[in-house]
């Protein structure tokens, strides 16, 4: 074929390719990745309700204050149906310690340390809390008209191992070791801005090249109640509170 002949077949051709590419940008423009998983990674001021089991009696801000920690938790949930809202169920992990100067013990067999000097070594306590979720996100508004705000509820049941050391070990009250479990129940409410709206370009190529539907930054107000469901015998390590942080929808 001759030179002429080359150009008019490209010149031919050339409408064709076009299309194709602009089929591809609107291709890419529409694409979304499926949706089954969110991650979220949140902290939060925490102070366990120790003290609330004793009359009157503070023995746990005695030792370590009345400021709070800071509670740290992940947050993995599955979705199970998605239509008006997303119904999920979810598992969270957190992580609590807080640590501080021992008291100097003044106690006897038969009577308990009344000291408040402090001593040179220290105390602390741990908590490790896992949860099970049960989760509803009205995101139906986000999804078809582009509202930002996404609010969710939050219910369900927690174990939290908790233990009590003093510098060379875990702790013991009357002879036996500070550590053990706690069940009980939480409630979580909530609001989550869809940051997808901020730059839509950019959330789009999180779609597209890792799957990550939506990103968001929340805040959410905690009912924790780890009291063993009211039993005499349970340490209370749960707390009323508030945790903000980031998830990722996938």
Known sequence: MTRATWLVALLALAPGVARAADLDLDEVKDYSSPQRFLFELKLGPFMPQVDSEFSGKTPFQDVFGDSSGIMVR??????????????????????????????????????????????????????????????????????????????????????????????????SVSGQEAKGGTFGWELHLGAAFRLDILEQSAARTLDVELGINHTYLFFEFSLIRADGFGSEKSLRVGDTTWAAGIAFEF
């Not at 957190?94 to 340390?113: E, H, I, M, V, W």
């Not at 996100?137 to 939290?160: C, E, M, S």
């Open 74 to 171: 992940g947050e993995f949930d599955v979705e199970l149906w998605r239509r008006f809202g997303t119904v999920a169920i979810g598992g969270t992990m957190g992580y609590f310690s807080k640590s501080t100067q021992a008291l100097r013990d003044n106690g006897t067999s038969t009577a308990p340390s009344t000291s408040t000097e402090r001593s040179g070594s220290t105390t602390g306590i741990t908590l490790l809390p896992f949860s099970l979720l049960a989760i509803y996100r009205f995101d139906w508004p986000a999804d078809r008209f582009r509202v930002p705000l996404v609010p969710y509820i939050k219910f369900g049941l927690n174990y939290t191992f908790w233990w009590i050391d003093n510098g060379d070990g875990t702790a």
